[in-house]
């Protein structure tokens, strides 16, 4: 009987059972965890300072930030509490510090308890996972908590602190950045979980699953022990692994940090004129169930603000890729959707409708509502037209598209402003 007979037996996940206890068990992030990284050298003077700040861990899921924190809690050899920030209260919260001090009090007055007095002697460790999710009001509650040393901060999130965490909570904490796992983070994590369910993969299959897996680690040990009781022997095959695995890891948030990311991504590298990259970033969408009558839109403003009089036809495709996407739906409508990327980044490109209707909107939020002049102005009465209402406007039509340089059609204010 090995040291993980009991908890298996008990059915917690493999994911839950490799859990890193410590540092040197951790892997991955060592931008930030070796011992030129910020959270490494924290550690390391941890008994000399007796000082941790408090953290914001933002990275993509599955790449560590809880056992991150947790790590650093028991490093420090302090009490930890753990949230959710999708289920827990702010009340809950500030009831386990109430509870953590009474206790501290209490051992105060008795120190026959040295050991428990020792552990409980500094602020204790509140972890904080998906932040995010906690609104203005409840992260402007955690601010005094902070402020005072009543405890450290370690929250987690998978999206943009700028966006969504306040100002004030963000001045007193740091924000820790931590990246996707790479295919050789992955492949060590894999390794450890074959180990501790005794079973074998060979090379392809471990590289088939890191691909899979997109940097998450939490996907790869959850599909590997899937697979591992689909196996019918110690060796676990590609074909398991797909059985077990059914689609690849490509959902996100759809208005979280990575859809607005790979949104970005579509749009500029249509405005690039890089068509191959701009099919990949739609695939990625369309794949992970972005609504295709999004992107659609997005892509009728692309075909006005980077290409429009350039190539006048940009946005007619991109409104008929529109209400295809609304006939049809997806899949159908993928290609229509495809069509119209590549015409888009092939067509020359121009910003000089986006840059004049910005300077027309610049005149009209700066002086308001200007007289119109008197001779466009529309007269459907008597009473406007003896007001001088459309007197002496020239019913002219020009065949080349010139307008006459006697007539004027700004207001007064503006007369002979250029934006084109």
């Not at 861990?57 to 999708?86: D, H, Q, Y």
């Not at 191959?276 to 609504?291: C, F, I, P, V």
Request: with cysteine.
């Amino acid at each position: 009987m090995n040291k993980y007979s009991e908890v298996k037996e008990s059915g917690i996940p493999l994911a839950e059972r490799l859990r890193p206890k410590t540092l040197g068990d951790f892997i991955g992030q060592e931008h930030i965890v070796d011992k030129s990284g910020i959270i490494g050298k924290l550690l390391e003077k941890k008994d000399r300072a007796e000082y941790f700040p408090s953290l914001i861990l933002w990275g993509p899921p599955g790449c560590g930030k809880t056992s991150l924190a947790k790590i650093i809690a028991s490093t420090l050899n302090r009490p930890c509490f753990e949230f959710s920030a999708v289920n827990a209260s702010i009340k809950e919260i500030e009831k386990e510090i109430n509870n953590h001090y009474e206790i501290k009090q209490r051992s105060l007055l008795d120190d026959t308890d040295k050991k428990q007095n020792n552990r409980i002697s500094g602020p204790p460790v509140i972890i904080i996972d998906e932040i995010h999710r906690f609104n203005k009001a409840q992260q402007d509650t955690l601010l005094p908590h902070v402020e005072q040393g009543k405890f450290i901060l370690i929250g987690a999130t998978t999206e943009n602190p700028s966006f969504e965490v306040i100002g004030p909570l963000l001045s007193r904490t740091r924000v820790v950045i931590l990246k996707q796992l790479n295919p050789e983070n992955l492949g060590k994590i894999i390794e450890r979980g074959l180990k501790e369910l005794d079973k074998e993969m060979n090379s392809d299959g471990i590289e088939f699953l890191k691909d899979a897996s997109n940097g998450d680690a939490r996907v790869a040990l959850n599909i590997l022990e899937i697979a591992s009781h689909l196996a019918e022997n110690r060796i676990i095959g590609i074909e398991e692994i797909k059985n077990a695995l059914q689609k690849s890891q490509l959902s996100f948030d759809l208005r979280g940090e990575e859809y607005y990311n790979t949104i970005s991504a579509l749009h500029k590298s249509i405005r690039g004129s890089d068509p191959n990259a701009a099919l990949y970033y739609l695939a990625r969408l369309l794949e992970s169930g972005q609504d295709p009558l999004y992107i659609a839109r997005r892509l009728i403003r692309c075909a006005s603000e980077d290409i429009g009089l350039n190539d006048p036809q940009a946005l007619v495709i991109s409104v008929s890729a529109f209400q295809a996407c609304e006939k049809m739906g997806m899949p159908e409508c993928s290609l229509a959707l495809a069509e119209t990327v590549v015409y888009l980044s092939r067509s020359p490109k121009s910003n000089s409708l986006y840059i004049s209707y910005g300077k027309a909107v610049e005149d009209v939020q700066k002086y308001g509502n200007l007289p119109i002049p008197l001779h466009i102005r529309n007269a459907p009465t008597q009473l406007m037209k003896d007001i001088g209402y459309g007197k002496g406007y020239d019913y002219y039509h020009s065949p080349t598209g010139e307008k006459k340089h006697d007539v004027e059609y700004f207001p007064d204010r503006l007369k002979g402003r250029k934006y084109l």
